[in-house]
T-cell receptor, first 109, second 112 residues
Framework: SQQGEEDPQALSIQEGENATMNCSYK?????LQWYRQNSGRGLVHLIL?????REKHSGRLRVTLDTSKKSSSLLITASRAADTASYFC?????????FGTGTSLTVIP | DGGITQSPKYLFRKEGQNVTLSCEQN?????MYWYRQDPGQGLRLIYY???????QKGDIAEGYSVSREKKESFPLTVTSAQKNPTAFYLC???????????FGQGTRLTVV
């Protein structure tokens, strides 16, 4: 399987804390994207980082990419209860589009 | 409004039946994808299509079939050969720039 892996599988934090989740993948990529999924729904795009970029910011989101280690991290700062969801990384090879196993984030008010 | 629509939202299948899940998009996207998601799991790629009349197997294509006769439509058939079809199925499309995948709301298939 080409599916990437994320860790931790589950993360529980207090509101206001930062949440960090990591993604490892297996193949060379054109870009890596992060998505959010609320229970039983489709996924929603959060942020994209291209293979020649090392870091990207969008609002409270910070993404890093290390292509030599085939890994990425997503940092959500100042978390809110509404951030409770599952988060997935997706790798685009230009042909196939694979998702990781996901991190379930719970933010406790 | 542009978007991607999956139907039905819930589907029940009897043992030995084939069922077809619909996926339609009006985003003018070339690439479309089908994923399967089991409870607490990630998304596994079933089939994908980069262009009309062409599609490729993903990691778990056995027991599934697809067609891509129109750019807007990418239906998935779950055949009787799929021994454990109960899952949540998600369809997605990617535009030419491949910067963002758009998802339908999913179809939850249950074998009864």
């Amino acid at each position: 399987s080409q599916q990437g892996e994320e860790d931790p599988q589950a993360l529980s934090i207090q509101e206001g804390e930062n949440a960090t989740m990591n993604c490892s993948y297996k193949t060379s990529i054109n870009n890596l994207q992060w998505y959010r999924q609320n229970s039983g729904r489709g996924l929603v795009h959060l942020i994209l980082i291209r293979s020649n970029e090392r870091e990207k910011h969008s609002g409270r989101l910070r993404v890093t990419l290390d292509t030599s280690k085939k890994s990425s991290s997503l940092l959500i700062t100042a978390s809110r209860a509404a951030d409770t969801a599952s988060y997935f990384c997706a790798t685009d090879t230009g042909n196939q589009f694979y998702f990781g196993t996901g991190t379930s984030l719970t933010v406790i008010p | 409004d542009g978007g991607i629509t999956q139907s039905p939202k819930y589907l029940f299948r009897k043992e030995g039946q084939n069922v077809t899940l619909s996926c339609e998009q009006n985003l003018n996207h070339d690439a479309m994808y089908w994923y399967r998601q089991d409870p607490g799991q990630g998304l596994r790629l079933i089939y994908y299509s980069q262009i009309v009349n062409d599609f490729q197997k993903g990691d778990i294509a056995e027991g599934y079939s697809v067609s891509r006769e129109k750019k807007e439509s990418f239906p998935l058939t779950v055949t009787s050969a799929q021994k454990n079809p109960t899952a949540f199925y998600l369809c997605a499309s990617l535009g030419q720039g491949r910067t963002e995948a758009f998802f339908g709301q999913g179809t939850r298939l249950t074998v009864v």
